[in-house]
């Protein structure tokens, strides 16, 4: 079975600092994507990365980049110089071929940017 | 180009009472996705449709019902609301199900069951 791990409930962080967000997952199925979920209190999903398991380089978007360890099944999630706008709950989610062509997605971390 | 939009936005149920959710999509997607979210946890699979006139089970859609006439439109249906179906609904949709497409959210529906 796909399943996603996220371990830090909550995390807090000073303006300007860099973050990591910590993302591991568990799947057999050679293909398939990890993707990171931004959700403010607004409650909106919002698409911040994609990794793909075949991509050969580490994805990178803006502020956002994610750190691909494939052996270690980790995607982790880096935010460089946080902002305040940055709070919000971050979700890990993978999607493979196979089954139910569905997201996993992980609980979870909600990140503080402290000023 | 509204991307998916969901109605209602809340909703207050009495238990026994029926609903339908809509979801709409102007992106021309094959793929819909209907997920819920409780609190402090990530987002689970309901039904999803790979196409107009297609629907499959997700991960935990006992006590819904989809349907999926037009490419456009993905309905969720609640025939006996229960407690249990306290949630935030959301509707996601994408151009196809290969492991790279963006799945795109609705706005989301706060259901409330009593």
């Known amino acids: 079975a796909q399943k996603i791990t996220q371990t830090q409930p909550g995390m807090f962080v000073q303006e300007k600092e860099a973050v990591t967000l910590d993302c591991t997952y568990d799947t057999s199925d050679p293909s398939y994507g990890l993707f990171w979920y931004k959700q403010p209190s607004s409650g909106e999903m919002i698409f911040l990365i994609y990794q793909g398991s075949y991509d050969q380089q580490n994805a990178t978007e803006g502020r956002y980049s994610l750190n691909f360890q494939k052996a270690r099944k980790s995607a982790n999630l880096v935010i460089s110089a946080s902002q305040l706008g940055d709070s919000a709950m971050y979700f890990c989610a993978m999607r493979i071929i196979q089954g139910a062509q569905k997201l996993v997605f992980g609980q979870g971390t909600r990140l503080t940017i402290n000023p | 180009n509204a991307g998916v939009t969901q109605t209602p936005k809340f909703r207050v149920l009495k238990t026994g009472q029926s609903m339908t959710l809509l979801c709409a999509q102007d992106m021309n997607h094959e793929y819909m996705y209907w997920y819920r979210q409780d609190p402090g946890m990530g987002l689970r699979l309901i039904h999803y449709?790979?196409?107009?006139?297609?629907?499959a089970k997700g991960e935990v859609p006992d006590g819904y019902n989809v349907s999926r006439l037009k490419k456009q439109n993905f309905l969720l249906g609640l025939e006996s609301a229960a407690p249990s179906q306290t949630s935030v609904y959301f509707c996601a949709s994408s151009y196809g199900g290969s492991s790279y497409n963006e799945q795109f959210f609705g706005p989301g529906t706060r259901l409330t069951v009593l």
């Open positions: 449709s790979v196409g107009e006139g297609t629907t």
